[in-house]
């Protein structure tokens, strides 16, 4: 009877602990040879987003064992796909995530339909016979490894510097809904200052949302991430698109033709940014906002918070001082919204009536 009571008792406390565990579990980061490889294999494409060149010493190698492959048939092959299909920026970190090795020969996991539309029309077995010769031919495997001391003292960097400014539990309280989510840091050492979040679906498997970061030397101290909040803000902004992205398809009516309004007008700094329809106009706006709220609402200095703000005025998303302030009136008023999804209604109506006031701006100075 006593030794029925303690395995019961010790149950309740393995339970406990694996859920106090879980809720706190840090999230990893992550280097990635999938993601380096089609990094490289662009960069060696001459795609511009992926020549950046930004990575010291790891550049110069880079450029040293990949150079004599510009005319290999997988190089001439991605310029192709980039010609024809548009294969550049997110489409390439989209690939690289749902790719798999086995040390020979590159495959690719999950479903076709879960690359996005640019690669809808590619023949991925084709693109695959192409991507292993070359990672065949240039040794790639070779390369990766003899880099791991490099990539795991810049991870280490990274989780010391930037780390610990993400607060995971800031998410599920702000949107109002659980993430069913695995999240997925990764530094991206090819590509300069770009930014990506993919994420992929897997069958049987929760899907999984990356934040793959840049990596770039400074040019004043010769070190990357040696100023974590500087990098913070990408981060946060790449987990926030989880919860975002979602809420457009479940608000189509009522956004997209302020989207299609938004870039319509603002085409120009939109597209020079790879923003180039209505659905992506509104979740990068709402994505933005949503970064200063949680700086706001995390300790950020109030001169950091206005460097955002300004930063992102900057790239022409002039409407976010008037997003900010509604979606601040959602973040102190959450006895009337459960979830941001609740509170679509008002973000439309708040970036419609900018579009008013300016258009009324414009035909006044007219």
Not at 97 to 117: A, H, P, R
Not at 300 to 314: C, D, L, P, R, V
């Amino acid at each position: 009877m006593i030794h029925q009571k303690y395995n019961k008792l010790f149950l309740l406390l393995l339970v406990l602990l694996t859920v106090v565990t879980s809720a706190n579990a840090q999230i990893k980061v992550e280097a990635s040879e999938k993601v380096e490889l089609m990094a490289i294999l662009s960069r060696t494409a001459g795609f511009r987003e992926y020549c950046m060149d930004m990575g010291g010493q790891y550049t110069k190698d880079t450029e040293a064992w990949f150079a004599p492959y510009k005319q290999h048939p997988a190089v001439v092959y991605m310029k192709d796909l980039r010609s024809k299909y548009n294969i550049g920026y997110d489409a390439v970190m989209t690939m690289a995530i749902n790719l798999e090795t086995d040390g020979k020969e590159i495959m690719m996991t999950g479903e076709k339909l879960n690359l996005g539309n640019r690669w809808q029309n590619i023949e991925i077995d084709t693109f695959l016979v192409h991507l292993s010769q070359f990672y065949a031919d240039t040794r790639f495997h070779d390369f990766y490894t003899q880099h791991q001391s490099f990539y795991e003292s810049v991870l280490r960097t990274y989780e010391k510097n930037v780390m610990q400014y993400f607060h995971q539990d800031w998410y599920p309280r702000f949107y109002g809904t659980k993430p069913t989510e695995r999240f997925h840091v990764v530094i991206g050492f090819t590509n300069g200052s770009g930014n990506y979040g993919p994420s992929r679906q897997l069958p049987g498997h929760p899907k999984e949302v990356f934040a793959i970061c840049g990596y770039n030397i400074d040019e004043k101290t010769g070190k990357a991430f040696e100023n974590g909040t500087d990098y913070a803000a990408t981060l946060i902004h790449e987990f926030n698109h989880s919860f975002v992205n979602p809420l457009y398809d479940a608000n189509a009516n009522i956004l997209h033709p302020i989207g299609e309004k938004m870039l319509e007008r603002y085409y120009r700094g939109m597209s020079n940014q790879a923003y180039r329809n209505a659905a992506s106009v509104i979740n990068e706006s709402i994505v933005r906002a949503a970064v200063i709220i949680y700086m706001q609402e995390n300790s950020f200095s109030a001169e950091q918070i206005k460097a955002e703000m300004y930063e992102q005025i900057t790239r022409d998303f002039l409407w976010m001082p008037e997003l900010v302030t509604a979606m601040r009136h959602y973040s102190k008023h959450r006895n009337l919204y459960k979830t941001l999804g609740d509170y679509y209604p008002k973000i439309a109506k708040c970036l419609e009536k900018y579009l008013t006031a300016e258009t009324k701006r414009i035909e006044n100075a007219l």
